[in-house]
Structures are given as structure tokens and as C-alpha cells.
């Protein structure tokens, strides 16, 4: 019995002394451990909180304008919060993933983005990923307009008119509300007839956001999403009966 219980200790014990000693960035085996940055992408430019098609020279990162900051895959059971930086200024922190945060600020040059995450145990130190980025955001307040969710929900895998889905809730989570209460959640209808129908549009603030739909009958849908400002973000929704 004494020799189960040390065999058990070890089990227990071994695998957090592996994970307080590696890399954020390297995986375990099962997926569970892997921490990054997936967006800014290394190498890539993005303007106006896109993706441009072309990489840089050099394989810098170059962000001209806001940037919506994704960070995914670490392990939440684990960890006590994730926090986004910048030049070690603390600019969002949350506790479980994707954590996702929209950088519009007065940046010129090369300055560090870091990802710091905190693990529930106080044995096992803090993780740290940085990246360098390139920022050339002189007048922050040019992205603060408005962008615009076009949506379409359609039954099933089909994207014919006829499986258009009408009268169905859809609800925007902002990723990260303010405290001022202007950036709460919304829901909007889709449309019941003719062209309208399956179809939903709504005017939000740029950043990241949750679309969530909870319709009986059908298989929870979320998909998170970046609006951008001034620009439409288009999305096209299956939802899948409960039935199939």
C-alpha cells in the first residue's frame, strides 16, 4: 500500500515539475500545454486590425493602426490569469482562453509585446512569451469608429436560400467590456421574410467579440470574431438540429 501511494506521488508530482522547467511555446503530448501568440503572427503586417496578404522583410512584425491581440491554447485549469503587455505595461489580463484584447494606443517603433501567465500554484513561476513588433499608430482616435456585423444563419450544412433561418436570437458578447457599460453585450433577430430572412447586421465598437446563439432545437454555435473599425465583418452561421 505504502509503495501505491509513492507511485502515485510521483504520477502527480512529475508532471509539474516537467511543465514549471519547459518553454510556453513547446507542447505536450496531448495539446493541453501549448501557449502562443497567435495573433500579431511573426513576419506579418496588419493594418487596421488586418491581416494583409504579404509578409515582411526580415520576418518582423509590422502593426500599422490597432491590433486585436489573440492569445490561445494554454491550459485554464492551471492558471490563475493571463496577462497582455506592453513594453511591461499591463493592458489586459484574463483567466481562461482564447484571452483576446484590442490595442488602439499612440505607438511609433519597435516595442515589446509579452504575455505573462500565472499558474494557481506559487511553486511553479510564472510563464513569459514576448515578441517584438514594429507599431505605427500616430492618431489612435481614426480607428475608433464603429465597424459592423453581417451575418447569416442557415440550417444544417446548406447555403441556400430556402435553409435561411428566421426569428433566431443572436447575441454579441464583447471579449472585453468597459467599465463605462457602453460595450455590452447586444442581440439582435434575424430577419423573417424575403431578402431579410436568416440575415442579422448590427454597428458595434472595433474589437473582439463573441457571437452566441442559444436556439432550441439546435446545438449551441459561439464563434469569436474581431470587427474592425469603419469595416463590415461578414459571418455565416450552420447551425445543426439537436435532431441530426
Known amino acids: 500500500m ?3 501511494y509513492i507511485f502515485l506521488f510521483l504520477g502527480l508530482m512529475i508532471p509539474i515539475i ?15 500545454h501549448i501557449t502562443e501568440i497567435e495573433r500579431p503572427a511573426e513576419g506579418k503586417i496588419y493594418f487596421n486590425d488586418k491581416e494583409l496578404f504579404f509578409t515582411s522583410v526580415g520576418n518582423k512584425t509590422i502593426v500599422i493602426g490597432p491590433i ?13 490569469k493571463v496577462e497582455i503587455k506592453i513594453d511591461n505595461n499591463t493592458i489586459h489580463s484574463g483567466s481562461f482562453g482564447p484571452v483576446a484584447c484590442r490595442i488602439n494606443k499612440k505607438l511609433m517603433g519597435m ?3 509579452k504575455i505573462v501567465v500565472h499558474f ?18 500616430p492618431v489612435p482616435q481614426l480607428f475608433d469608429i464603429k465597424g459592423t456585423i453581417v451575418g447569416v444563419v442557415f440550417e444544417g450544412n446548406s447555403s441556400s436560400y430556402d435553409a435561411r433561418l428566421g426569428g433566431i436570437n443572436v447575441t454579441i458578447i464583447p471579449v472585453n467590456r468597459d467599465t463605462s457599460g457602453n460595450n455590452t453585450p447586444v442581440t439582435v ?46 459571418v455565416k452561421i450552420h447551425l445543426e438540429s439537436l435532431a441530426s
Not at 486585436?68 to 490563475?80: A, D, E, L, Q
Not at 511553486?123 to 514594429?134: M, Q, S, V, Y
Not at 430572412?197 to 454555435?221: A, D, L, Q, S, T
Not at 464563434?223 to 474592425?228: D, G, L, Q, S
Open 189 to 234: 433577430t434575424t430577419g423573417y421574410m424575403l431578402l431579410n430572412r436568416g440575415k442579422f447586421r448590427v454597428r458595434v465598437k472595433p474589437g473582439p467579440y463573441y457571437i452566441h446563439i442559444r436556439e432550441v432545437g439546435y446545438k449551441p454555435w459561439e464563434e469569436m470574431v474581431i470587427v474592425r473599425a469603419g469595416a463590415k465583418t461578414r
Open 120 to 137: 494557481r500554484s506559487p511553486k511553479i513561476d510564472p510563464f513569459i512569451l514576448t515578441r517584438k513588433i514594429f507599431f505605427f499608430n
Open 18 to 32: 516537467i511543465l514549471s522547467n519547459v518553454s510556453i511555446s513547446v507542447s505536450s503530448t496531448d495539446g493541453h
Open 2 to 4: 505504502r509503495k501505491t
Open 68 to 80: 486585436t491581440v489573440i492569445v490561445r491554447g494554454f491550459f485554464s485549469k492551471m492558471i490563475r
Open 111 to 113: 516595442h515589446e509585446l
